[in-house]
């Protein structure tokens, strides 16, 4: 079993990232890794960051590393999506899927590699989770548009996002302190007086918390949510992207992982995107792709180990 790295955009920070985050880790660990990529797309990366490297059949040598690759050459269609399609075969078999950032249009009716995986696997319910050192929260809903929500948000819709995760986690042997979900009015409609929509919420928390016999409460005003937390370990449930991931990444900027919830194999990828604006300029902060890096292979050690837990919110990293 390894994590498999598939490339992403060409043209990104993806892989500057990436090789950025290989210099911390020990030979041994790299080992546990298999980056998926195109040689042009390496070389022309390693080049812009300055530091001496050999493109070896199998591998990049990187100043005194060695990281281990499996090359494509298929041009058929974008190169993010091709070593993507390739990453998922080979994560089913066994190991990690860990995705470097690409864009929306690498992947022709989709808006994102969630959206493609829940197509692909034939699942709703796949949900979206970021972790941070000091937090984790599940988005309910993702990539939605505002006018969509009242329609999408149902008691069904926020039952299986919560029943999706749960059971992710129960699976990898991973349990947490105690729920918080959000409700969708202001004020999660005081009783009623702004809106009705937020009695979905208590209906679905209620059947969460009889299924499962967890600590799970709400709905809470999404403003002042933050507030009831306790620990790293308690779980923010927001309701759609901006209302969780505003305040997410007004704490911690881009350092945390993205999780996808309810695939076949375990999925992470930093939370951050492309920022082509700093492509090929040596610039990138690496920070969050080391986090989030530090946080597969755990996960893939204690797999190894027939411990099938998920991650810790600490980075593994040194």
């Known amino acids: 079993m390894k994590v498999y790295v598939t490339q992403g955009h060409e043209e990104g920070i993806g892989l500057e990232v990436f090789f950025k985050s290989c210099l911390f880790l020990p030979q041994i660990k790299l080992k546990n890794i298999l980056l998926i990529a195109f040689k042009s797309s390496v070389r022309e990366t390693l080049i812009s960051m300055n530091l001496p490297f050999q493109i070896q059949d199998n591998s990049v040598i990187l100043v005194n590393i060695e990281v281990p690759c499996l090359w494509q050459e298929d041009d058929s269609q974008s190169q993010s999506f091709s070593c993507l399609e390739l990453g998922m075969k080979l994560a089913e078999t066994g190991g990690i899927l860990f995705t470097l950032p690409t864009s929306k249009d690498q992947f022709p009716g989709f808006s994102g590699h969630t959206e493609y995986f829940r197509h692909f696997y034939h699942n709703k319910s796949l949900g979206m989770f970021f972790s941070s050192p000091e937090m984790q929260m599940l988005l309910i809903t993702d990539h939605l548009s505002i006018k969509e929500l009242e329609q999408e948000l149902t008691e069904e819709k926020i039952y299986a996002s919560l029943y999706n995760c749960i059971k992710t986690f129960h699976s990898w042997g991973q349990k947490f302190n105690r729920f918080y979900v959000a409700g969708l009015n202001p004020h ?98 690496y920070r969050g792709c080391q986090f989030s890096l530090g946080q597969a292979l755990g996960h893939l050690e204690r797999m190894s180990y027939g411990q099938n837990t998920s991650y810790k919110s600490k980075s593994s990293q040194p």
């Open 188 to 285: 999660a409609g005081e009783g009623g007086l702004i809106g009705s929509e937020d009695k979905r919420v208590e209906k679905a928390v209620k059947r969460i918390r009889d299924k499962f016999k967890i600590d799970i409460t709400g709905p809470f005003p999404g403003d002042s949510m933050l507030r009831e937390k306790k620990s790293s370990e308690d779980v923010l449930v927001y309701l759609y992207h901006d209302q969780g991931l505003g305040i997410f990444k007004a704490l911690f900027g881009f350092i945390g992982s993205n999780i996808t919830l309810g695939l076949p194999f375990p999925r992470y990828s930093p939370d951050h995107g492309t920022s082509f604006n700093l492509f090929a300029k040596n610039k990138a902060d």
